[in-house]
């Protein structure tokens, strides 16, 4: 009888946890470690416009009226690129303008503007996250990322700090740019 005992016991202690960790899986009450602060666009949206070279970019559609939320994204996209110290050479920030956008160039000063098409416009407004939303490109034109706006000055920091975190960690594994 002692054979089947040990038997037991050696069974009980490789079978039991795999059957304990199947289940925990399949009930999910086990959320696995993430990593990165912002949304991940699944799929990424590629957009060929988008597409340059060795550059990382940041993208943010400008409203025709700049709130808070707004006047924060722009603080995130002149900070960002210059907080990222060596990597700065391969971020750029991009702020979309519409031709009917009146926005004062002291908004915009020192980012890169590019006039949006309309069908672009509407890509990005059928995305989950729409416009009012900063998004992280690779190299290629995809959309990787997606950091909806906030507003309230510490939400503010802490969001240019997370989008900071992610490219970082982007820019360092990434072999494309």
């Known amino acids: 009888m002692k054979k089947y005992q040990v038997l ?3 069974a009980v202690v490789f079978i039991v946890p795999i059957i304990v960790a199947k ?3 399949h009930q999910q009450w086990y959320q696995g470690g993430v990593t990165n602060r912002g949304q991940l666009l699944q799929p990424a949206i590629t957009v060929a416009e988008f597409a340059i070279p060795q550059t990382w970019q940041l993208i943010y559609r400008l409203p025709t009226r700049c709130d808070e939320r707004c006047q924060g994204a722009l603080f995130n996209l002149r900070q960002v690129p210059q907080a990222a110290g060596a990597d700065s ?3 750029q ?4 303008v519409s031709r009917d956008n009146s926005a004062t160039t002291s908004l915009l000063q020192g980012l ?3 006039q949006i098409d309309t069908s672009l416009q509407q890509q990005l407004a059928q995305l ?4 009012a939303t900063i998004y992280i490109a690779d190299p290629h034109g995809n959309m990787l990322m997606a950091y909806p706006l906030v507003t309230g000055n510490q939400n503010i920091l802490r969001q240019g700090k997370d989008v900071l975190r992610d490219l970082k960690r982007l820019l360092k594994v990434s072999k494309i740019g």
């Open 128 to 131: 989950e996250y729409g416009l």
């Open 8 to 10: 037991l016991v050696v």
């Open 93 to 96: 920030s991009v702020v979309l």
């Open 89 to 91: 050479n391969r971020l």
């Open 112 to 114: 890169e503007q590019r």
């Open 23 to 25: 289940l925990m899986l």
